[in-house]
């Protein structure tokens, strides 16, 4: 059986979650449920982020321990990821014990292959990112995130000799041309690569400035840096299922992060492996950022996107794919009410919703819900249904495994528009009116039920409730309908009878 392990960043909980973490979120939660579909075994890690300057700040504005902050906004994560069905398989928390004994374990092995190294150091640190920048990485003297001066800070750390891994990173990268896609940022990684002034990673601090963090194992003045203690989540979030998890799941990894952590998970976090003796992941999955009527999104400018309430707005599979079909992966996007309006009553309301509405009501008006046979032998017109709905499988399979899901949305669409025009063509309510039509009528119906049941089985990993829906009404099980290849015509036994039309999707004014 295949297998596939699929990840997101671990959030930082210094913040809710919002469109930029939903958008991730939805993306890899559609992956796990399209590889589980096909019959995949599938591992899928989500959590949270715990450690650092921010959340010391935070918590101490909030009047409580950091413990108790992290555990109410931790909770806050993942109750919104319930709320939104987000089918993960496990939630970490870099507060867990068993999270913190394997960063301490892992440090230790770098620290015994002799990479990691005591000395004093000045540099420009930004406490927004929790990291130091290099002149160069500025822009204009401020972080590039952030938009702040940095603070210069002079201490005594302990450094991973990252720089010892750069040529072997190059060379596994310009070996494996997936290994980071798309490839403009495993561009953008090769030339951090290039650049002789790479050098090697803080990865401490000192507990007289911070005391929130994971305590090195080999010195207890110091806490592990919050980047090198939250990228290990990836293994020790399977080495706590146990040694057989890990060895399955760990070479088939597949990260999915957002750009502005590119550096961390394509520089830092491979280096670290090599240095471990651990195995590298098999693709990092960039996406880009999302704005909102062309701006960033901001609390002050009050166009923060919440998951919770655009899912009470116009339902969660109706924002799934506004998500998925207005965006392309690896490039920005901009959320704008008008582009969800017109995505939402055009594709879902008027194309799908309008072709479950009219097929299965005139299935109850003319058979009273049972099926009837096909035409023998099957007219041309029948044919090219057919073939629009086995062109999109084709294509959905070949669009997802190279991350275009808005390219298998677009397919499918395409499909039930076909399926649209066909009622036109073949015009069944006028047939009807010919008694001697009716097995004709009967046959037309039976092609449009077809392409419900390959569009329902195909949108389960973009539209699972959708999906169920469609397949309740076909009265088809949802359990026993997860393989879209089944042939066309071989859905419907005879004497199967579907339900009454609902609508699934109520225009937006």
Request: hydrophobic letters at 35%; proline letters at 6%; charged letters at 25%.
């Amino acid at each position: 059986m295949p297998q596939t392990y699929i990840t997101t960043p671990i959030y930082y909980v210094n913040g809710d979650p919002h469109l930029g973490s939903a958008y991730t979120m939805i993306i890899t939660d559609t992956l796990a449920r399209y590889y589980r579909a096909r019959g995949w075994d599938t591992f899928y890690l989500t959590g949270t982020d715990e450690h650092g300057n921010k959340i010391a700040e935070a918590a101490a504005q909030a009047g409580v321990s950091p413990k108790e902050f992290t555990d109410r906004v931790s909770a806050s994560f993942r109750a919104a990821w319930d709320t939104c069905d987000i089918t993960y398989d496990h939630f970490i928390r870099t507060t867990d014990p068993y999270h913190i004994r394997y960063v301490q374990d892992f440090l230790t092995r770098v620290h015994d292959a002799g990479d990691i190294y005591f000395d004093r150091y000045g540099g420009l640190y930004c406490v927004g990112c929790e990291r130091f920048y290099t002149p160069k990485e500025l822009r204009d003297g401020k972080c590039p995130d952030h938009l702040t001066e940095p603070t210069l800070i002079e201490e005594e750390n302990y450094f991973f000799r990252m720089s010892k891994y750069q040529e072997r990173l190059l060379r596994h990268i310009e070996a494996n041309p997936d290994f980071i896609r798309p490839e403009g940022f495993k561009n953008e990684v090769i030339g951090m690569l290039r650049d002789e002034n790479l050098g090697d990673l803080c990865i401490s601090r000192p507990k007289s400035r911070l005391a929130w963090g994971i305590e090195l194992p080999f010195d207890q003045r110091y806490v592990t840096y919050v980047w090198f203690d939250a990228l290990i989540n990836y293994v020790s979030g399977l080495k706590y299922k146990g040694e057989e998890t890990y060895e399955k799941f760990w070479p088939v990894a597949q990260h999915v992060i957002g750009k502005d952590i590119l550096k961390p998970h394509g520089v830092f976090w491979p280096t670290m492996l090599m240095s471990a003796g651990l195995p590298l992941y098999k693709h990092l999955n960039v996406h880009g950022f999302w704005t909102v009527e062309g701006q960033k999104m901001s609390k002050s400018l009050g166009n923060v996107i919440s998951p919770l309430e655009m899912k009470e707005k116009i339902g969660l599979d109706a924002f799934r794919y506004f998500l998925l079909r207005e965006s392309v992966f690896g490039q920005d996007a901009d959320f704008r009410q008008e582009n969800l309006t017109n995505r939402y009553n055009g594709d879902l309301a008027n194309n799908l919703g309008n072709l479950v509405s009219r097929t299965l009501s005139m299935q109850d008006r003319y058979f009273k819900g049972v099926v009837q046979p096909f035409s023998t032998p099957a007219p041309e017109i029948d044919q090219r249904l057919a073939a629009a709905f086995a062109q999109a499988s084709n294509e959905v399979e070949t669009h997802v495994t190279n991350l275009a899901l808005n390219r298998a949305l677009e397919s499918i669409f395409r499909a039930t528009n076909e399926a649209n025009k066909y009622i036109t063509d073949t015009a069944p309510f006028t047939l009807a009116k010919d008694p001697a039509q009716m097995p004709r009528v009967g046959a037309v119906l039976h092609n449009l039920l077809e392409g419900l049941r390959v569009a329902a089985q195909l949108l389960i990993p973009f539209l699972p409730e959708t999906s169920n829906k469609l397949l309740t009404l076909l009265n088809l099980p949802q359990e026993r309908w997860n393989n879209y290849r089944l042939p066309w015509g071989r859905a419907f036994p005879v004497g199967h009878q579907v339900q009454k039309s609902q609508v699934l999707f109520p225009r937006l004014q």
